[in-house]
């Protein structure tokens, strides 16, 4: 603590985001008490060093017994405190780092700081007050929506809100040191948060909100405990609700639910530190071009531009270049008109994307994304085309779902360049990127496309070079699973409810009908018979061989009539399953969800471990996160491989076992990988 033109300035500086750990909650408290009793302060400062305020409680230390002095202890001590207290925020105040600033008596933030408690995404309710004093100062409402979504409000709208009481561009410390010295010297009642009343809101209200989260965030339990520590807020005195959000968190904090949604945030952080880096140097990317005006070079050229890059979008045509820009311009309209973006914003996005049909203007780009048709000849060319016209040190990235990328690299004088990058539709949407990593590829263009995938709010996980990548290998043992349960008995529509219940975004068949069965159709047709499982996609290919290619035919798996979103089931289809079954002499049974769910997720989890033995994936983490951000896993039950282990790897184990002798053991040979995690019990 120092003392500044009679401010006591203290400042928390624990890198690299002020976690508060218990060495923080204590020296806040010390400093509080301290400077409430030295005499030359008359008020007190709370700011971070650093690039943030506190971003929230210290996670790593959930797993382990409480250390005093908790939290909401420190937030009662500042908010009780006899001098006014000023929170000075910076970056991110989330989690107990707002909980802190709502003791605080004021608030002062730089603009484009951003408030907010996540709690909820870490399976949690904000366990220091967060419950109880938001509502009091923004409303119960608008807590509400805050708390729920777990979404932080940007300084614009903190400052409507009355969360922050001044926003500055200025210097951040001399400010807060000047708004101190300007406020009253004894601290107005209602500057304690805490001292307010709540908004009398009527329980029908609470109830709605408690159904809309129940479809919005599924099975989700701190959605469900959210809503009712702010009814508590609104219902109850100020400590008997502050003691009943304690309890849940407690509660909670223990939850299979939060250690799943912790794994998946450490695990999230952990993809993004590949090993092997660290004598590497990022290049510096200025320029971009996208190469194909269809879905996906559109989608990814929209995601560069979102984040600022000036991108060139090339396409040969200029019919499908048009109709690309008209995609990109119906988009943004959609996301204004849904209060995502402003008029400003979007008009400036677009502005940000110029056109050209001549590869001549890609002289001087820093890297190129390629997303033309997925066909490795196709692709080679526009490569060829690339090396002709680009820079020696050009990144060539090539938006891809499943090619050999060493074979596509192996096409040019310069394959270390080279980089796999599978976007997710909508690309402009979708967090996930696989980066593919080649036998050729340098460890500068890995670490430059991994840095500006962070730039670009998206994820990105590094994959070893096989057909499909991580995703979708694994997501055809999976799909394989659901094609025989068909044949062996189920309906599409027993299998999709049975996934869906589990907490899957999407059953397998109407995922495969929204994004077209003629995809994976065309896909096969590049594999080999001893790649794929023929019989369980031979319902596919005759459906699509019949026209029947999914929602955009009107007819897939399911009937779609007039361009409804929900599909009917179909007679045609469930006659199309019984015949197929008949030919292969597959013998129709009565098949149980709970089965359904199981076969589905051994196949994930087999497969998994395979592609972990191979060194495709570098941990059982890195997959979790592409199924959660890539595939709609549910993030609450942590990914596939932590699902499994959570089950316990050693009964897993037993299941696939006991697969391979009812089913054989074409696709159910365990992984030495699989043994080894299992006697372990832990894949690492
Ligand atoms: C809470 O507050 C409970 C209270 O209500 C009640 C308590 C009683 N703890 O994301 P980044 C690490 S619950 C520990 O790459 P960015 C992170 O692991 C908490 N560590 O940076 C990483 O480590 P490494 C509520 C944390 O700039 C490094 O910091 N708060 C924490 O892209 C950099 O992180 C939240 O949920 C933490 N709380 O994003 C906020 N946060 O370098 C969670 C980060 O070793 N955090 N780390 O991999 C975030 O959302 C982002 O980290 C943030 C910065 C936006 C702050």
Redesign the pocket.
Known sequence: MQISDGVAVITVDHP??N??SQAVRQGIMDAVSAANADERARRILICCAG??FM??????EFGRPSLEP???DVVAVIEASDKPVVAAIH??A????L?IALGCHYRIAVNGSRLG???V??G?V???G?TQRLPRLVGAEKALDMITSGAPVDTDDALKLGLIDQVTDGDLLDTAINYANCIPSVVPEDRRVSRRLTDNLPPALFDSWRKSKAKGQRGVQSVQACIDAVEAACTMPFEAGRRLEREM?LALRQSKQARALQHI??AE??A??VIGLEEAEARPVKSVAVIGAGTMGTGIAMAFAHSGFEVTLLELSAEALASGIDRIRSLNAKSVQRGRMSEYQSEAMQGRICTTNDYNALGNMDMVVEAVFEDIEVKAKVFQQLQAVCKQDTIIASNTSYLDMNRLAETVARPENVIGMHFFSPANVMKLVEVVKTDYVSPDVILTVMKLL?TLGKTGVVSGVCHGFIGNRMYQCYQREAGLLLLEGASPAQVDQALYQFGMAMGPFAVADMSGIDIGYLMRRTLTAAQYDERAFRVHDRLVESGRKGQKTGAGFYRYEDGAGAGQDDTQVLELIEQVAQELGIERRSISNDEIVERCMLGLVNEGAHILEEGIATSAADIDVVFVNGYGFPRHLGGPMYYAESKGLDLVAEKIHCLAGSQGSRWWTLAQAFEQAAKRGAWA
């Open positions: 690299p985001v976690a508060i690039r943030t971003a929230g409680a210290d996670v790593s908790d939290l909401p970056g991110q989330l989690g107990g780092g909980e408690l996540p709690e995404k870490l949690l904000p366990g220091a967060g968190f945030f450490f952080r952990q993004s530190r962070k």
